[in-house]
């Protein structure tokens, strides 16, 4: 039953976990070498809040036009 809540919830749009991105570890230590768009890990700047490492971002700014 678990799975056909987390469907519709998926479905109908409410479920954000696909959004949800690894921040880079290395560059929560201060010592990534790449830049931020060659790792494929993110790199939020300071005012974006981490959670179990990871960020939620903008679906807008991930689409493809």
Known sequence: ???VVNMNSL???KDSR????????EF??????????E???AHPPANVE???GKVT???DS???M
Do not use: H, P
């Open 1 to 3: 039953m678990a799975n």
């Open 11 to 13: 479905l109908n749009g």
């Open 18 to 25: 696909w959004l949800q991105l690894e921040v880079c570890r």
């Open 28 to 37: 929560q230590r201060n010592k990534c070498s790449r830049q931020d768009t």
């Open 39 to 41: 790792c494929k890990f």
């Open 50 to 52: 981490v959670q179990n």
């Open 57 to 59: 971002a903008c679906y």
């Open 62 to 64: 991930i689409k493809i």
